[in-house]
């Protein structure tokens, strides 16, 4: 494939996990309620943090970016194993998925699917993923050359 058609097919997919990860984190009509005998004391279901809109679907929108950079490098380092069987190579593999795993889970959809609530997601807890991406950029800009 043509290195700028990757490049467009490799931005095309970001944006569109992106915008993805905003509209999941929008419609939370398929969360499940809380178990029964949840602790009292936590706020009531109707209770929604001012930050939690602001910033909860561009956390969603950025950890799922890196997951998807996450996987692109997998997938680039794993063909660069096999064309060097070099121990450098998997040591970038291991730290690309161990990058991989903590996108996945730092995602705020994940406690939904396991019926907790998202209270307070605030521009601190977005900034280790800013960092993430950029470095996991950094990494795809390096496996490109």
């Known amino acids: 494939m043509n290195r700028k058609i990757g490049l467009v097919v490799i931005i095309t997919a970001l944006l569109t996990v992106g915008a993805v990860g905003i509209v999941l984190s929008r419609d939370q009509t398929w969360v499940p309620r809380p178990p029964p005998g949840y602790d009292p004391t936590l706020p009531p279901e109707d209770f929604v943090p001012q930050d939690r809109d602001r910033y909860l679907g561009v956390?969603?929108?950025?950890?799922?970016?890196?997951?998807?950079?996450?996987?692109?490098?997998?997938?680039?380092?794993?063909?660069?194993?096999?064309?060097?069987?070099?121990?450098?190579?998997?040591?970038?593999?291991i730290m690309t998925f161990s990058l991989f795993l903590y996108a996945t889970l730092s995602?705020?959809?994940?406690?939904?699917?396991?019926?907790?609530?998202?209270?307070?997601?605030?521009?601190?807890?977005?900034?280790?993923?800013?960092f993430t991406s950029i470095a996991l950029s950094i990494l795809l800009y390096l496996g490109l050359k």
């Open 59 to 93: 956390k969603t929108a950025i950890t799922m970016i890196n997951m998807t950079l996450s996987a692109i490098l997998i997938g680039i380092y794993v063909k660069v194993y096999r064309e060097t069987k070099s121990e450098f190579t998997i040591g970038l593999l």
């Open 107 to 130: 995602n705020p959809l994940l406690p939904y699917l396991f019926g907790y609530r998202v209270l307070g997601v605030g521009i601190f807890s977005i900034l280790p993923d800013i």
